[in-house]
């Protein structure tokens, strides 16, 4: 379900994929190739949520923001299932692990690789192409070209099932 809050209305580019059963309100814009899955919410009825290309935001995740303060997502994120993203700045290549929780200006490096569970209070930091994890979350090391790779394969599944659904389904 899509809807229009006080005037804004989402802007959904015409090659994303989203899900039948996502509900999206407000001041969000989601941009090329990028998919939201299943029973996602995504609200911009409190401040702009702006998502980049090719942007995966997988099924349960929750994206809002607090007052005068927006999400972003830059481009080639990867948000696992049952996210919740709030008023937080996720940089490109970024990979947010499932069930994770980021907070009001915490701000995801490039590259950066946010474990299963963890929890980012409201304000961190975390430097580019590290791997942190934990509640509350610290940063374990720096990342291998395994990792690499892996934030690779997982970001082109979730482009290329997206556009196999948008095309052959109609979930």
Known sequence: ???????????IHET????????????VTIDELTSIWPQTV???DVAPTRIGKRVSIQDLSML??????????????T?????????????????????SIILDGAEIGEN???????????????PPNTLAFGSPVKVVRDLTEADYAEM????TSYVEKGQYYKKNTDL
């Not at 994929?17 to 407000?26: K, P, Q, R, S, Y």
């Not at 809002?64 to 994120?77: A, K, M």
């Not at 948000?79 to 947010?96: C, D, P």
């Open 112 to 126: 950066a690789f946010i474990g299963a569970g963890s929890l980012v209070p409201p304000g961190k930091k975390i």
């Open 16 to 27: 994303a994929f989203i899900a039948n059963d996502v509900t999206i309100t407000g001041d």
């Open 79 to 99: 948000v696992g299932h049952q996210v919740t993203l709030h008023s937080a700045t996720i940089r490109k290549n970024a990979l947010i692990g499932m069930g």
């Open 1 to 11: 379900m899509i809807h229009s809050y006080k005037g804004f209305k989402p802007d």
């Open 42 to 44: 995504i609200r911009g």
């Open 152 to 155: 690779e394969r997982v970001r």
């Open 64 to 77: 809002h923001q607090s007052p005068n303060t927006p999400l972003i997502i830059e481009n080639d994120v």
